[in-house]
């Protein structure tokens, strides 16, 4: 039986707008395709502006008129449990779909991309009630209640990479806050967006409160601009987030923006290869690398180096690479035949330049189908070199030699980006001690996750906003002061 049959099938040929699934405004699609075996696996309605319009139009009037803003907060988490606990039950149809159209290994899918992604929604709806919705001020110069209310009308745009996932880390706080949305998926990934849509339908989530709708980058930047909107949230490259960024600028638009990561794994002297090694493994190169959070830069003791060299060739020489629903696999391919072409660019010109390839740089043997290239790594790397200093975003990884730790900062900061980072060291407690100089914003000591209890967020040009934990809400309410006479305060204390 082939992979499509297996799949999960929506109603492609339609948008869903309004608690429904219309007909789009024109007869173009998208066609997604599969990296593993570049054969297609659907044809996705393509948006136009005319079907923004009519999905900012439904979350609007959901928003304006609708009851989810009017809600209770326990009404509004009942039906986010529900959503969880439809993931759950899909949980395996959520994994192999996301494996198929993006090409992510079904052992990771299923534990990223799926479980991942309902850990995610559970930890809002956790979350949700210990945030501080309204609080009472009193001081000599006035009474106050502030409340802290819903931005309105959220546009989420959102990548192919982990598509479902950033949906959520985006959807949930939103939706709990009271707000409505629409999302727009990448084109590759759209399969699974229809999917979410079709779970939201399960679990009784009101008519345009959650809208989906497919669009290249054109009629996107219309969803943007979009006079119906209030807050665009939006994760992504670098580039596309100073565009977003710019014209929600123009417009004082909200907006918060997740972007690119060049992070740094800083191993000091007396880090322990042992356990070092291992985490590299699965958070360096998880994804086929495209991860933004990936530590894609090791910066290493200078007396750890030749060591650490012969277990990263180790290492890579171990990890299955091949067909995604393999749950041996590993790494799985790139996600379209141009996101290769520009990781393996990428690679050449480091090579040109005279580079240390330590293991990989080329194709593997034997998959003359699909978009696959094998886990490249470069040794003693100029900091400064582009392969260094730029998100290559694939499987390849730089490794940097420092003296001190001083210098080792210094190497770690040498980035235009700041979204995340690890150092380790046989003392955790050192080990912070270093990560309190690194300008990221997570650093893990020797490996350890912060959690989704934790804000998601960059320095520098990683992004504005911070997504996840408690801080997530913030990013979908507008505080509101209303001064109130001291007997009337005394009934809300």
């Given at each position: 039986?082939?992979?499509?049959?297996?799949?999960?099938?929506?109603?492609?040929?339609?948008?869903?707008?309004?608690?429904?699934?219309?007909?789009?405004?024109?007869?173009?699609?998208?066609?997604?395709?599969?990296?593993?075996?570049?054969?297609?696996?659907?044809?996705?309605?393509?948006?136009?502006?005319?079907?923004?319009?009519?999905?900012?139009?439904?979350?609007?009037?959901?928003?304006?008129?609708?009851?989810?803003?009017?809600?209770?907060?326990?009404?509004?988490?009942?039906?986010?449990?529900?959503?969880?606990?439809?993931?759950?039950?899909?949980?395996?149809?959520?994994?192999?779909?996301?494996?198929?159209?993006?090409?992510?290994?079904?052992?990771?899918?299923?534990?990223?991309?799926?479980?991942?992604?309902?850990?995610?929604?559970?930890?809002?709806?956790?979350?949700?009630?210990?945030?501080?919705?309204?609080?009472?001020?009193?001081?000599?110069?006035?009474?106050?209640?502030?409340?802290?209310?819903?931005?309105?009308?959220?546009?989420?745009?959102?990548?192919?990479?982990?598509?479902?996932?950033?949906?959520?880390?985006?959807?949930?706080?939103?939706?709990?806050?009271?707000?409505?949305?629409?999302?727009?998926?990448?084109?590759?990934?759209?399969?699974?967006?229809?999917?979410?849509?079709?779970?939201?339908?399960?679990?009784?989530?009101?008519?345009?409160?959650?809208?989906?709708?497919?669009?290249?980058?054109?009629?996107?930047?219309?969803?943007?601009?979009?006079?119906?909107?209030?807050?665009?949230?939006?994760?992504?490259?670098?580039?596309?987030?100073?565009?977003?960024?710019?014209?929600?600028?123009?417009?004082?638009?909200?907006?918060?923006?997740?972007?690119?990561?060049?992070?740094?794994?800083?191993?000091?002297?007396?880090?322990?290869?042992?356990?070092?090694?291992?985490?590299?493994?699965?958070?360096?190169?998880?994804?086929?690398?495209?991860?933004?959070?990936?530590?894609?830069?090791?910066?290493?003791?200078?007396?750890?180096?030749?060591?650490?060299?012969?277990?990263?060739?180790?290492m890579v020489g171990s990890m299955p690479i091949g067909d995604p629903f393999d749950p041996a696999t590993e790494v799985g391919p790139l996600v379209t035949s141009a996101q290769r072409e520009r990781v393996e660019s990428y690679i050449a010109q480091a090579r040109s330049e005279g580079t240390q390839v330590l293991v990989g740089g080329?194709?593997?043997?034997?998959?003359?189908?699909?978009?696959y290239v094998e886990p490249t790594i470069f040794g003693d790397v100029d900091p400064n070199a582009r392969i260094a200093q730029e998100e290559v975003f694939g499987p390849v990884l730089t490794v940097h030699t420092f003296d001190t730790e001083a210098e080792a900062i210094d190497i770690a900061n040498n980035s235009d980006y700041g979204?995340?980072?690890?150092?380790?060291?046989?003392?955790?407690?050192?080990?912070?001690?270093?990560?309190?100089?690194?300008?990221?914003?997570?650093?893990?000591?020797?490996?350890?996750?912060?959690?989704?209890f934790a804000p998601l967020g960059g320095f520098k040009n990683s992004g504005i906003g911070r997504e996840a934990g408690l801080e997530g809400f913030d990013a979908y309410i507008e505080c509101k002061s209303y001064g109130l006479p001291q007997p009337l305060l005394d009934t809300l204390a």
């Amino acid at each position: 039986m082939s992979v499509q049959t297996e799949l999960w099938q929506g109603q492609f040929d339609k948008l869903f707008i309004g608690g429904g699934w219309v007909n789009p405004a024109t007869q173009r699609t998208f066609e997604v395709v599969s990296p593993a075996t570049e054969e297609p696996l659907a044809r996705i309605a393509e948006g136009s502006e005319a079907d923004i319009d009519a999905a900012v139009a439904a979350a609007r009037a959901a928003f304006d008129r609708g009851p989810w803003p009017r809600m209770e907060l326990a009404e509004r988490i009942a039906v986010l449990t529900r959503v969880s606990e439809i993931l759950a039950d899909r949980q395996d149809e959520v994994a192999r779909l996301i494996s198929a159209e993006m090409g992510c290994p079904i052992t990771l899918s299923t534990r990223m991309q799926s479980m991942g992604t309902r850990m995610l929604l559970d930890a809002f709806i956790e979350l949700a009630p210990r945030y501080q919705w309204s609080d009472i001020r009193r001081s000599v110069t006035g009474n106050a209640l502030v409340t802290r209310e819903p931005v309105g009308v959220v546009a989420a745009v959102v990548p192919w990479n982990a598509p479902l996932q950033i949906a959520i880390i985006k959807l949930a706080p939103a939706l709990l806050a009271g707000c409505t949305a629409v999302l727009k998926p990448s084109p590759e990934t759209a399969m699974s967006a229809y999917l979410l849509a079709e779970i939201f339908e399960q679990a009784g989530l009101p008519d345009g409160v959650v809208n989906i709708v497919v669009a290249g980058r054109e009629v996107s930047e219309h969803l943007v601009r979009h006079p119906g909107v209030d807050k665009v949230s939006f994760t992504g490259s670098t580039a596309a987030g100073r565009r977003i960024a710019a014209i929600c600028g123009q417009d004082l638009r909200r907006v918060t923006l997740e972007l690119g990561g060049k992070s740094a794994a800083v191993l000091l002297d007396d880090a322990d290869l042992d356990a070092v090694v291992p985490v590299i493994r699965a958070l360096s190169l998880r994804n086929t690398g495209q991860v933004c959070s990936n530590k894609t830069r090791i910066v290493v003791a200078r007396s750890l180096r030749d060591e650490l060299y012969d277990r990263l060739r180790d290492m890579v020489g171990s990890m299955p690479i091949g067909d995604p629903f393999d749950p041996a696999t590993e790494v799985g391919p790139l996600v379209t035949s141009a996101q290769r072409e520009r990781v393996e660019s990428y690679i050449a010109q480091a090579r040109s330049e005279g580079t240390q390839v330590l293991v990989g740089g080329g194709r593997p043997e034997g998959l003359d189908r699909g978009w696959y290239v094998e886990p490249t790594i470069f040794g003693d790397v100029d900091p400064n070199a582009r392969i260094a200093q730029e998100e290559v975003f694939g499987p390849v990884l730089t490794v940097h030699t420092f003296d001190t730790e001083a210098e080792a900062i210094d190497i770690a900061n040498n980035s235009d980006y700041g979204l995340n980072g690890s150092v380790f060291a046989a003392d955790p407690a050192h080990a912070l001690a270093v990560a309190r100089h690194i300008r990221t914003g997570t650093v893990e000591v020797n490996g350890t996750p912060a959690g989704f209890f934790a804000p998601l967020g960059g320095f520098k040009n990683s992004g504005i906003g911070r997504e996840a934990g408690l801080e997530g809400f913030d990013a979908y309410i507008e505080c509101k002061s209303y001064g109130l006479p001291q007997p009337l305060l005394d009934t809300l204390a």
